[in-house]
């Protein structure tokens, strides 16, 4: 079993909920005995969650001369490590909701360790609920302990994204349609309410009508179109060419980028 006494600093706490990082005034490692690099959440993605839960894995590079023997990742938001926010429900603060990494050796001084955050929109599967305020940035503290029980913690080491997932639909006529004449373009942009649990229209958001036209690779930006809203988005364009319709929203710090499926219309 690894030891846990130098795990004494941190408070016991769950990823995603209020906690308290010790020390955490300042952004720079609390030690500089322990080594970090390489922290990446998910790959380096945005953490994108829908409608059911999301396992996503942290992982980093540990480096001491006595070797490793834990590390801990934490998600946070807040004026600083010290006063977190409370973004959950104060009852979920306990040992059973936290869990250390996974380490493996790759030499006798380096080591590199991996934790799973599971994040669950609706708390009757289990886990803690995310609301749709938790959508947004996140800080990212990060602690190594070596086998020493030397150890080094940054507040603030990197920062992820958290969002909601968006959907876009597309849907141009009509088909066939005459050469010169009156396009309809529609669609609909909605986003995970991790509140209610489905899918709700993307208000007032700036979407760009892009064209392909046929037998080519590349999209083109006809137009931009705000949603309704309730999400919906609607425009004409005169029917030039044969070529594909789609909508492309570019996101927002809270829902990512979105493509809707290119739409093919037969121009006579």
Same mark, same amino acid.
């Given at each position: 079993?690894?030891?846990?006494?130098?795990?004494?600093?941190?408070?016991?706490?769950?990823?995603?909920?209020?906690?308290?990082?010790?020390?955490?005034?300042?952004?720079?490692?609390?030690?500089?005995?322990?080594?970090?690099?390489?922290?990446?959440?998910?790959?380096?993605?945005?953490?994108?969650?829908?409608?059911?839960? #999301? %396992?996503? *894995? !942290?992982? $980093?590079?540990? /480096?001491?001369?006595?070797?490793?023997?834990?590390?801990? =990742?934490?998600?946070?938001?807040?004026?600083?490590?010290?006063?977190?926010?409370?973004?959950?429900?104060?009852?979920?603060?306990?040992?059973?909701?936290?869990?250390?990494?996974?380490?493996?050796?790759?030499?006798?001084?380096?080591?590199?360790?991996?934790?799973?955050?599971?994040?669950?929109?609706?708390?009757?599967?289990?886990?803690?609920?995310?609301?749709?305020?938790?959508?947004?940035?996140?800080?990212?503290?990060?602690?190594?302990?070596?086998?020493?029980?030397?150890?080094?913690?940054?507040?603030?080491?990197?920062?992820?994204?958290?969002?909601?997932?968006?959907?876009?639909?597309?849907?141009?006529?009509?088909?066939?349609?005459?050469?010169? #004449? %009156?396009? *309809? !373009?529609? $669609?609909?942009? /909605?986003?995970?309410?991790?509140?209610?649990?489905?899918? =709700?229209?993307?208000?007032?958001?700036?979407?760009?009508?892009?064209?392909?036209?046929?037998?080519?690779?590349?999209?083109?930006?006809?137009?931009?179109?705000?949603?309704?809203?309730?999400?919906?988005?609607?425009?004409?364009?005169?029917?030039?060419?044969?070529?594909?319709?789609?909508?492309?929203?570019?996101?927002?710090?809270?829902?990512?980028?979105?493509?809707?499926?290119?739409?093919?219309?037969?121009?006579?």
């Amino acid at each position: 079993m690894r030891k846990r006494a130098a795990f004494a600093v941190l408070s016991a706490v769950t990823a995603l909920a209020g906690f308290a990082v010790p020390g955490a005034q300042a952004d720079e490692p609390q030690t500089t005995d322990v080594q970090m690099s390489d922290v990446t959440f998910d790959g380096g993605k945005n953490i994108v969650v829908g409608l059911y839960a #999301k %396992t996503v *894995t !942290v992982s $980093g590079t540990f /480096t001491h001369p006595s070797g490793i023997q834990d590390a801990d =990742f934490v998600l946070w938001r807040g004026p600083d490590g010290a006063n977190p926010y409370e973004t959950y429900d104060d009852r979920i603060v306990s040992n059973q909701y936290h869990y250390h990494a996974d380490c493996v050796a790759v030499s006798a001084t380096t080591s590199t360790c991996e934790q799973t955050f599971s994040l669950e929109p609706d708390w009757r599967y289990g886990g803690t609920a995310l609301t749709n305020a938790h959508a947004g940035t996140w800080k990212v503290s990060v602690m190594g302990v070596a086998n020493d029980d030397s150890w080094t913690q940054t507040a603030s080491y990197t920062t992820t994204r958290l969002q909601r997932q968006s959907k876009l639909t597309v849907d141009a006529g009509p088909e066939p349609v005459a050469q010169g #004449k %009156t396009l *309809t !373009v529609t $669609g609909r942009l /909605t986003r995970a309410d991790w509140n209610n649990l489905d899918y =709700f229209g993307y208000s007032n958001q700036p979407v760009k009508l892009q064209f392909r036209k046929a037998g080519t690779t590349t999209y083109t930006t006809v137009k931009t179109v705000y949603t309704s809203s309730t999400g919906d988005l609607t425009t004409t364009v005169p029917a030039a060419e044969d070529g594909y319709w789609r909508w492309n929203f570019t996101g927002t710090s809270t829902t990512p980028a979105v493509k809707a499926t290119g739409d093919f219309v037969d121009v006579q």
